[in-house]
């Protein structure tokens, strides 16, 4: 089973690895897999995710067990039951690609790829886990109702959303008709790299034109794995270009 994977959050690619400790208090491992589960739902939007489950959390030793979560329960008490089989005792670690945390007693430790997530993203999740974790102690709620997002983080999210009609044209029409007004303007910018609108475009249009003869039909589906770089954006437009669906992808 293929681990479900959390959106990158970071304001820069970086290298190494970052850890936070959050105090916290953990019951169990069973009531730590289910919070932990919930909250990647939180970050994936997903009612179905799948995590590895360590022993000896932090280290390379012990033997993972992948356990697929179905969120999709009518309360904790039954969530949590759902995972026991495959928690054991604390301490226990759950990993994400680029994510892992460590469940103890009293604390979370929660170690993340700094080339995916920064600081302020674990600092994030430490919150929503411990939501989580407060929530499951009314055993017969919803997983799913459970409200994990601080109201002051909520009131920042709708603070600084802007509200506006849907355009008529879609996006990779949309960059067709930037492209074509100001072709030299800087489009994207990744560290000493940049491409102007018209070199993004004609980017794009190669992507398009291999798919094309390549035999892509209208919507069908086009997977992509492909690290944060100047180029990133020009597969994806070129998808759309070409009447393609896209699917996005971790290169690991």
Known sequence: MTLTSVPTWTSGPAGGTGELAVPARVRDAATAVAAHARVVGLLTTETEVTTELRSEPGTATGEPTTLQVDLDRPSWRDLIRSVAPAAGPLPIGCRQPGLEIEYGPAELRIRYDLAAFDESFAERVGRYVVAALDAADDPGASPLAAQLVPAAEQADLLRHSTARALPEVRFHELFAGQAAATPDAVAVVH????WTYAQLDRAANRVANALLADGLVAEEV??????????????????FRAGGVHLPGRPD
């Open 222 to 239: 086009v997977a992509l794995a492909a690290g944060r770089g100047r180029e990133w954006l020009a597969p994806r437009i070129g998808i």
């Open 191 to 194: 560290g000493e790299a940049s």
